[in-house]
T-cell receptor, first 116, second 114 residues
Framework: AQKITQTQPGMFVQEKEAVTLDCTYD???????LFWYKQPSSGEMIFLIY??????QNATEGRYSLNFQKARKSANLVISASQLGDSAMYFC?????????????FGGGTRLMVKP | AAGVIQSPRHLIKEKRETATLKCYPI?????VYWYQQGPGQDPQFLIS???????DKGSIPDRFSAQQFSDYHSELNMSSLELGDSALYFC?????????????FGEGSWLTVV
């Protein structure tokens, strides 16, 4: 079974609108972390936001927020007030356990395109 | 702020040659990860190191080896290169868990095997 599933291969959003990128995960480990990364066409992988499995509140970082629903095993990324520069590939990733060096497993990604 | 530094950024090698990629983590980050991202693919985990010891191992071919040195930089050595090794190779670093839960990636090294 896929550990990280991103069901939206591509999405369009109008500039200045909000958009939600879906991510569901599968793990039996009670300790895990969820990450979102942005990959522009230039290739670099930019860290956006992190949510720990024991965190009580949803993570927020500027225009990014994470809608964490633990019982549903979902960790959707919400981008508010979309900008043209938000057009990129977005990856959800999970790290299981709490040992240093534990691998990140990535989903297949969602390509977001912001329309002017 | 200092980021993860990878070198070289681009390299072209012929089949059966050897390539070495270098990674310099963010200062005070003691954990290093290597990932391979093929065209149109999500990143695949290769190997990680914590305090110079191998921590976790993924789908790293036997032709590849890596290590982390005393200054925490890491090198990925790839031998007998194949066309399928053409990819974007990322290094990432993170601090010890109780001082942060973020994993930062470098800009990647583009390897083309011809």
């Amino acid at each position: 079974a896929q550990k990280i599933t991103q069901t939206q291969p591509g999405m369009f959003v109008q500039e200045k609108e909000a958009v939600t990128l879906d991510c569901t995960y599968d793990t039996s480990d009670p300790s895990y972390g969820l990450f979102w990364y942005k990959q522009p066409s230039s290739g670099e992988m930019i860290f956006l936001i992190y949510q720990g499995s024991y965190d009580q509140q949803n993570a927020t970082e500027g225009r990014y927020s994470l809608n964490f629903q633990k019982a549903r095993k979902s960790a959707n990324l919400v981008i508010s007030a979309s900008q043209l520069g938000d057009s990129a590939m977005y990856f959800c990733a999970m790290r299981e356990g709490h040992n240093a060096g534990n691998m990140l497993t990535f989903g297949g990604g969602t390509r977001l395109m912001v329309k002017p | 702020a200092a980021g993860v530094i990878q070198s070289p950024r681009h390299l072209i090698k012929e089949k059966r040659e050897t390539a070495t990629l270098k990674c310099y983590p963010i200062p005070r980050h003691d954990t290093v990860y290597w990932y391979q991202q093929g065209p149109g693919q999500d990143p695949q985990f290769l190997i990680s190191f914590y305090e110079k010891m191998q921590s976790d191992k993924g789908s790293i071919p036997d032709r590849f080896s890596a290590q982390q040195f005393s200054d925490y930089h890491s090198e990925l050595n790839m031998s007998s290169l194949e066309l399928g090794d053409s990819a974007l190779y990322f290094c990432a670093s993170s601090p010890w868990l109780d001082s942060g839960n973020t994993i930062y990636f470098g800009e990647g090294s583009w390897l083309t095997v011809v």
